[in-house]
């Protein structure tokens, strides 16, 4: 018996909701060819939440070829406007489901509540942040003399493929789709075959919002029989990825071997979060807290390497370790829940493993370091003292919520620490000093600064790594450049 195309599924608020399960092409629900299905569990309750559509080659064809009509239709050369309408559309119908989409990533990611609704402000922010950007994707006049004209423009690149993560699903597809609407390309986006539910649930909103059919294209699968026919895929001119560092690699090589597509890569991150003498302690700790235990550690900019400078450190692993034990943990629905689960057993046992290697390299467990509970999969928050740089819980990205923390002298020795990593994606600096702020910041190889704030967006400021942190940034002006191309024009002017 074939899977319904829609499934009743009562969330935990007490209200039910119509959860799509298909592949959605061309604006319409369709099962995949193969007809085969997956589950995905609530990771709080290691219970199977429904099954969905599975994609694989022959299903990615068919949505790159409703992709290229569209693109090909009126929707690359169409009215600015239009595009415009369609992003403050499908915005406001976020906020209209706000609340339902906020439960449905709970309830398939494992995240807490309290993160997923500012997943969800986040994601409608970004989308009308992309609406007040597509009439102003300018050209430029170039002045040559009176023999000829010139002019540029910039132009949408093609039909693009989008793989988002597991992590910030709801808010990663955002991050994707809102450059495409705004530029006039068309897409194919794979879920994480983990979190498919909310980007489903997203594409219903999208052809509510009066996307015309085939500029959106959103399927469920797995990398190496999903996410790879779409990296390789002749007919997609530009592939986007948010992942790990090693997965960025093999996208990037397909990318070349087919057809030199474009790529942007958003990769993974071993961050450092800098804490100077003259910080304000207060604000400091809640800045740790968010840094690397938000969204239970499974962050990419993670601040996961903690450095203390000497004169404050003792006060700082005092307060930062009450802090950590203080923070709830569990049922990701209860309202004061800060952490919920870690999105899977994969996950779950990778971070107990490296919580382990800690403990065997001879570090010092400050508190956690244990699973919670006996059901879901959770971790408590943990911190490690006296680890060496050498050590992998210092080197290795581990995605949740485990720090280690190291006491420093100067602010040269803190840069050369900072900097001493194959990632470049973010960092912390906490003073009150506006010079050290500044100085510091200018002096660490990475994407993104924080200064007295972490895991702090906002939709005008681009965000992206350096190193083998990845390739282009999201947000801001500079997301376009990834989905558009420039045209010259020289005109040769009659004498």
Same mark, same amino acid.
């Given at each position: 018996?074939?899977?319904?195309?829609?499934? =009743?599924?009562?969330?935990? #608020?007490?209200?039910?909701?119509?959860? =799509?399960?298909?592949?959605?092409?061309?604006?319409?629900?369709? /099962?995949?060819?193969? +007809?085969?299905?997956?589950?995905?569990?609530?990771?709080?309750?290691?219970?199977?939440?429904?099954?969905?559509?599975?994609?694989?080659?022959?299903?990615?064809?068919?949505?790159?070829? !409703?992709?290229?009509? !569209?693109?090909?239709?009126?929707?690359?050369?169409?009215?600015?406007?239009?595009?415009? +309408?369609?992003?403050?559309?499908?915005?406001?119908?976020?906020?209209?489901?706000?609340?339902?989409?906020?439960?449905?990533?709970?309830?398939? #990611?494992?995240?807490?509540?309290?993160?997923? +609704?500012?997943?969800?402000?986040?994601?409608?922010?970004?989308?009308?942040?992309?609406?007040?950007?597509?009439?102003?994707?300018?050209?430029?006049? @170039?002045?040559?003399?009176?023999?000829?004209?010139?002019?540029?423009?910039?132009?949408? @690149?093609?039909?693009?493929?989008?793989?988002?993560?597991?992590?910030? =699903?709801?808010?990663?597809?955002?991050?994707?789709?809102?450059?495409?609407?705004?530029?006039?390309?068309?897409?194919?986006?794979?879920?994480?075959?983990?979190?498919?539910?909310? !980007?489903?649930?997203?594409?219903?909103?999208?052809?509510?919002?009066?996307?015309?059919?085939?500029?959106? #294209?959103?399927?469920?699968?797995?990398?190496?029989?999903?996410?790879?026919?779409?990296?390789?895929?002749?007919?997609?001119?530009?592939?986007?990825?948010?992942?790990?560092?090693?997965?960025?690699?093999?996208?990037?090589?397909?990318?070349?071997?087919?057809?030199?597509?474009?790529?942007?890569?958003?990769?993974?991150?071993?961050?450092?979060?800098?804490?100077?003498?003259?910080?304000?302690?207060?604000?400091?700790? /809640?800045?740790?807290?968010?840094?690397?235990?938000?969204?239970?550690?499974?962050?990419?900019?993670?601040?996961?390497?903690? $450095?203390?400078?000497?004169?404050?450190?003792?006060?700082?692993?005092?307060?930062?370790?009450?802090? !950590?034990?203080?923070?709830?943990?569990?049922?990701?629905?209860?309202?004061?829940?800060?952490?919920?689960?870690?999105?899977? /057993?994969?996950?779950?046992?990778?971070?107990?493993?490296?919580?382990?290697?800690?403990?065997?390299?001879?570090?010092?467990?400050?508190?956690?370091?244990?699973?919670?509970?006996?059901?879901? $999969?959770?971790?408590?928050?943990?911190?490690?003292?006296?680890?060496?740089?050498?050590?992998?819980?210092?080197?290795?990205?581990?995605?949740?919520?485990?720090?280690?923390?190291?006491?420093?002298?100067?602010?040269?020795?803190?840069?050369?620490?900072?900097?001493?990593?194959? $990632?470049?994606?973010?960092?912390?600096?906490?003073?009150?000093?506006?010079?050290?702020?500044?100085?510091?910041?200018?002096?660490?190889?990475?994407?993104?600064?924080?200064?007295?704030? $972490?895991?702090?967006?906002?939709?005008?400021? =681009?965000?992206?790594?350096?190193?083998?942190?990845?390739?282009?940034?999201?947000?801001?002006?500079?997301?376009?450049? #990834?989905?558009?191309?420039?045209?010259?024009?020289?005109?040769?002017?009659? /004498?």
């Amino acid at each position: 018996m074939s899977l319904p195309l829609f499934v =009743p599924i009562k969330l935990p #608020n007490g209200t039910t909701y119509e959860q =799509p399960t298909g592949l959605f092409i061309n604006n319409e629900f369709v /099962q995949s060819k193969s +007809k085969k299905t997956f589950g995905t569990v609530s990771p709080s309750t290691e219970e199977e939440i429904t099954q969905v559509y599975e994609a694989f080659s022959e299903d990615i064809d068919d949505a790159v070829e !409703a992709a290229t009509a !569209a693109f090909h239709s009126s929707w690359s050369t169409s009215d600015p406007q239009v595009r415009m +309408k369609v992003l403050y559309k499908l915005a406001d119908l976020i906020d209209e489901h706000a609340d339902t989409l906020a439960h449905i990533e709970a309830l398939d #990611n494992g995240k807490s509540l309290m993160c997923s +609704k500012g997943d969800v402000a986040l994601t409608a922010a970004y989308f009308r942040s992309c609406a007040g950007w597509t009439d102003k994707i300018k050209g430029s006049v @170039i002045e040559t003399g009176d023999t000829h004209f010139n002019y540029t423009r910039r132009e949408p @690149i093609g039909v693009c493929g989008q793989i988002i993560p597991w992590n910030f =699903p709801l808010l990663m597809a955002s991050w994707k789709l809102g450059p495409v609407l705004c530029t006039g390309c068309t897409t194919v986006l794979k879920t994480a075959e983990s979190t498919p539910l909310s !980007a489903l649930y997203l594409a219903s909103l999208i052809k509510e919002a009066g996307a015309p059919p085939g500029v959106v #294209n959103v399927v469920s699968g797995f990398g190496p029989t999903a996410g790879a026919p779409i990296s390789s895929h002749p007919k997609i001119k530009k592939v986007a990825f948010t992942g790990s560092t090693a997965t960025g690699r093999h996208i990037m090589k397909a990318a070349a071997e087919s057809n030199l597509k474009k790529v942007t890569l958003e990769l993974g991150g071993k961050s450092p979060n800098i804490v100077f003498d003259d910080a304000d302690v207060k604000s400091t700790i /809640q800045h740790l807290v968010t840094g690397i235990f938000y969204n239970t550690g499974e962050v990419c900019c993670a601040g996961s390497r903690i $450095y203390v400078q000497e004169g404050i450190y003792d006060k700082i692993v005092s307060e930062f370790k009450n802090a !950590a034990e203080s923070l709830k943990i569990g049922d990701p629905f209860k309202e004061d829940t800060f952490m919920g689960a870690q999105t899977s /057993q994969l996950q779950l046992d990778k971070i107990l493993k490296y919580i382990d290697i800690g403990k065997k390299e001879g570090a010092t467990v400050i508190t956690g370091g244990e699973r919670f509970g006996n059901k879901g $999969y959770f971790i408590k928050p943990t911190i490690f003292g006296d680890v060496k740089e050498d050590h992998q819980i210092v080197r290795d990205e581990i995605f949740g919520p485990v720090v280690t923390i190291t006491k420093f002298k100067t602010v040269e020795e803190v840069i050369a620490l900072a900097n001493d990593s194959e $990632y470049g994606l973010a960092a912390g600096v906490h003073t009150t000093n506006l010079s050290t702020a500044i100085s510091v910041s200018n002096k660490i190889n990475s994407g993104t600064i924080w200064v007295n704030t $972490y895991n702090d967006f906002h939709p005008m400021v =681009p965000f992206g790594g350096y190193s083998q942190s990845g390739i282009g940034r999201e947000m801001g002006e500079e997301a376009l450049d #990834n989905y558009t191309q420039v045209k010259a024009v020289r005109i040769g002017l009659s /004498q």
